[in-house]
T-cell receptor, first 111, second 117 residues
Framework: DQQVKQNSPSLSVQEGRISILNCDYT??????FLWYKKYPAEGPTFLIS?????DKNEDGRFTVFLNKSAKHLSLHIVPSQPGDSAVYFC??????????FGTGTRLQVFP | DTGVSQNPRHKITKRGQNVTFRCDPI?????LYWYRQTLGQGPEFLTY????????KSRLLSDRFSAERPKGSFSTLEIQRTEQGDSAMYLC???????????????FGPGTRLTVL
């Protein structure tokens, strides 16, 4: 069973506009959520996280929103830049445990 | 650079050979994780250590796989009698563990790309 789902395999956004990446989860025990960015042939790079006691966390151009009742989180990137083009993975975990990843969303930001 | 490092970055081997990968975590991190990633998938958990103790192993980790973290610092992952299905990116991550409180972020290394011919 896939406990973390990213239903959009790809997203294409114009430079300067907002990118919204979505993630759904099924396990109510998850209480810490993370977004990673990954370039080909490299390891995932940590981007931003949110704990279950919050509904929003912001870091520069990146904002993560958590809706616990809907078991849904989203990553907003504003404004999008060509360097943001990568695969984005959503991950979830009970605190201090292994990460469960989604299958990723490939973001392409075009000029 | 004080990030997670992994060696080698690439490994090509013939089916049936043994391979060993090394991971050096961020120095103050107590937890060390191994994941495997295949094309089109997110990373999948293999095993993790709290200091030198191996606390959990995934069912993905067959008897041909063994991992160690002998002094609670670096870790090795060995695959014996490799099979073509073992071809993947092997990722190592480290974290502070319980010392981080409720927000224990895992930081990943660059990975080792294994190709079994």
């Amino acid at each position: 069973d896939q406990q973390v789902k990213q239903n959009s395999p790809s997203l294409s956004v114009q430079e300067g506009r907002i990118s919204i990446l979505n993630c759904d989860y099924t396990n109510s025990m998850f209480d810490y959520f993370l977004w990673y960015k990954k370039y080909p042939a490299e390891g995932p790079t940590f981007l931003i996280s949110i704990s279950s006691i919050k509904d929003k966390n912001e870091d520069g151009r990146f904002t993560v929103f958590l809706n616990k009742s809907a078991k849904h989180l989203s990553l907003h990137i504003v404004p999008s830049q060509p360097g943001d083009s990568a695969v984005y993975f959503c991950a979830a975990t009970p605190v201090g445990d292994k990460l469960i990843f989604g299958t990723g969303t490939r973001l392409q930001v075009f000029p | 650079d004080t990030g997670v490092s992994q060696n080698p970055r690439h490994k090509i081997t013939k089916r049936g050979q043994n391979v060993t990968f090394r991971c050096d975590p961020i120095s103050e991190h107590n937890r060390l994780y191994w994941y495997r990633q295949t094309l089109g998938q997110g990373p999948e958990f293999l095993t993790y250590f709290q200091n030198e103790a191996q606390l959990e192993k995934s069912r993905l980790l067959s008897d041909r796989f063994s991992a160690e973290r002998p002094k609670g610092s670096f870790s090795t992952l060995e695959i014996q009698r490799t099979e073509q299905g073992d071809s993947a990116m092997y990722l190592c991550a480290s974290s502070l563990g319980l010392a981080a409180g409720g927000e224990d972020t895992q930081y990943f290394g660059p990975g080792t790309r294994l190709t079994v011919l």
